[in-house]
């Protein structure tokens, strides 16, 4: 059975930093394309940071040069480093492993709060 399980959310004030983590169970990280989303209150998901399988790296405009993504394959754990954090940064975070394929895993989500 696989899992994902977040760690690492909280309330920050604005200029702070984060780092999220999510431990997998059940599943090896090399094989999937990892990745972090995240929802705010009253809007759509959005994907923030995606690390593939090859290792190439992509992320959410709104992030770029404050987050960043990495995962340690033989730990099975996917980080979120996030610094300079915004209050529109505010969102429960979920980690996905293949999230948009059928067969896609998904965590429970870390909630992040930023206050101005």
């Known amino acids: 059975q696989v899992q994902l399980v977040e760690s690492g959310g909280g309330s920050v004030q604005a200029g702070g930093s984060l780092r999220l983590s999510c431990a997998g169970s059940g599943i090896t990280y090399s094989r999937y394309s990892m990745g972090w989303s995240r929802q705010a209150p009253g809007k759509e998901r959005e994907g923030v940071a995606f690390i593939n399988r090859d290792g190439t790296i992509r992320y959410a405009e709104s992030v770029k040069g404050r987050f960043t993504i990495s995962k340690d394959n033989a730990k099975n754990i996917l980080y979120l480093e996030m610094n300079s954090l915004k209050p529109e940064d505010t969102a429960m975070y979920y980690c996905?492993?293949?999230?948009?394929?059928?067969?896609?895993?998904w965590g429970q989500g870390t909630q992040v709060t930023v206050s101005s």
């Open positions: 996905s492993a293949d999230g948009s394929m059928p067969w896609g895993y």
